[in-house]
């Protein structure tokens, strides 16, 4: 097949070269997603208070529609890169055909479910008389467009997945642009206010999503998505699926910790919970480019898990490891050191800034675990290797963390939820390290002993 001169050789040799290339544009363009959100809220807090907690009170809601999408995009990923590795090019074209074909109905049933209970998902949130209107009308219109949506998140996904992680960047770039300049278009000339945050969010959509047809339909890349591609048979879903469901369930739970952190603080007076949430900020940005370094570069353990190159797979997963631990130790050590002034960018109330900067500190003692849980997550993913996967994964957001917070803070007071963080930190990075060192000894013994052990741990 002809290659795209953007596309990026899986097999390259020079891997720490080929990592950070795939890895950086990833980084870029997650930020530029997230950072989409917040220049939606800058205009729409010209609006006054009530229109920016109605935006802030869909936060639920979006994590869910994102968990979809980022649960069938990583189990396409995974499955696409393995096919690669392995020279079965149309298997891995009718993997990301089928995840397409499957996303589009999910996205629609979501769509419709949401929309008749609009009205009381925001009653059960909390929202007062005077936020739902606004809520419901930025949600509703907002949600016409997920189906748009969530084809964009599992079409960048197969697109890193072939490496072309550039092309995903420039898009999500041309849409966040696209979204900041129709926003005070929409919001302030055509007086359309929270529902015209929402119509520019949506024209953004549909200019990325264009991108991605024209991709696709001008054979851009390795992947051909077609009609004939399609197919529903089972042990292709399951494996689409398997890999993807602790993705979905991992950030419906962050939602969910969040909610917890601030119900647990919440005893302890405002001031705490303006604390608690600077910390949580700061530690969302820290995760921020891990998390897509990884993403980024999950392809060339995927493809390398493939070719049963394990040598190469033991390589790529150690690069991955010193680059991603050194960034989270970093930036663990940074926020430490400066906790003070960061936290003063937040709030200039003295009170907010201690109890911020003792939170801040506590929150971030173990962070540098944090590269190695998420190397180890995505290489689990790139393996295929779902319920190890949902182990690692669900440690952090979930058995871990939940029970803490419920039960520390009652038992210890504020430092009880200071603990809860920290120590369900570092347990779901022990839990890393000692998967992470069983899959190597496995991979070592593969290569010590190929005929014997390469079908054991590929399966």
């Not at 960047?169 to 919001?187: G, R």
């Amino acid at each position: 097949m002809p290659r795209n001169k953007q596309h990026t050789d899986l097999s390259d040799p020079n891997l720490s070269s080929l990592i950070l290339r795939l890895g950086i544009p990833s980084i870029i363009g997650l930020s530029i997603n997230a950072f989409q959100q917040v220049v939606n809220l800058i205009f729409v807090g010209a609006l006054g208070v009530q229109a920016m907690a109605a935006v802030s009170m869909t936060l639920p809601i979006v994590v869910l529609l994102t968990a979809a999408g980022q649960g069938i995009g990583l189990g396409t990923a995974s499955f696409i890169s393995r096919h690669f590795g392995a020279g079965d090019n149309l298997e891995a074209s009718r993997g990301a055909s089928t995840a397409l074909a499957l996303a589009a109905p999910i996205g629609i049933i979501l769509t419709v479910a949401l929309l008749l209970n609009l009205r009381g998902i925001f009653a059960t949130l909390g929202a007062s008389p005077s936020i739902t209107p606004l809520a419901l009308d930025y949600a509703g219109t907002l949600l016409f467009g997920y189906t748009v949506m969530l084809l964009n998140m599992v079409n960048g996904f197969i697109v890193r997945a072939e490496g072309n992680t550039r092309f995903s960047m420039w898009t999500m770039m041309t849409a966040f642009t696209l979204n900041a300049v129709l926003d005070p278009v929409f919001i302030f000339l055509l007086d359309l206010g929270v529902r015209g945050a929402a119509l520019a969010t949506l024209v953004s959509q549909i200019a990325a999503i264009s991108l991605y047809i024209a991709y696709f339909t001008n054979a851009r890349g390795i992947v051909r998505v077609r009609a004939s591609h399609i197919s529903v048979r089972a042990d292709r879903i399951r494996q689409l699926a398997f890999i993807g469901a602790p993705a979905s369930i991992t950030s419906i739970l962050s939602a969910v910790d969040s909610m917890l952190l601030y119900r647990a603080a919440a005893p302890f007076g405002d001031d705490s919970i303006a604390a608690v949430g600077i910390a949580v900020r700061l530690l969302t940005i820290g995760a921020l480019p891990v998390t897509g370094f990884c993403i980024g570069s999950q392809a060339v353990l995927g493809f390398g898990w493939g070719a049963r190159d394990f040598a190469r797979v033991l390589k790529a997963a150690k690069l991955m490891l010193s680059m991603t631990v050194a960034l989270s130790v970093a930036y663990s050590a940074a926020i430490m050191i400066f906790a003070r002034p960061l936290v003063g960018l937040f709030s200039d109330s003295e009170n907010v800034t201690k109890i911020a900067v003792s939170t801040c500190i506590v929150f971030h003692l173990f962070f540098g675990l944090f590269g190695i849980q998420s190397v180890v997550t995505t290489m689990l993913q790139s393996f295929g290797r779902a319920r190890l996967s949902a182990v690692v994964s669900l440690a952090r957001q979930g058995y871990l963390f939940i029970p803490a917070v419920l039960l520390f803070p009652l038992m210890w007071g504020f430092n009880g939820l200071l603990a809860s963080q920290a120590i369900a930190e570092l347990g779901t990075g022990m839990i890393a390290l000692f998967v992470m060192f069983h899959q190597f000894a496995q991979i070592g013994r593969a290569l010590r002993h190929p005929a014997s052990k390469a079908i054991e741990i590929a399966g």
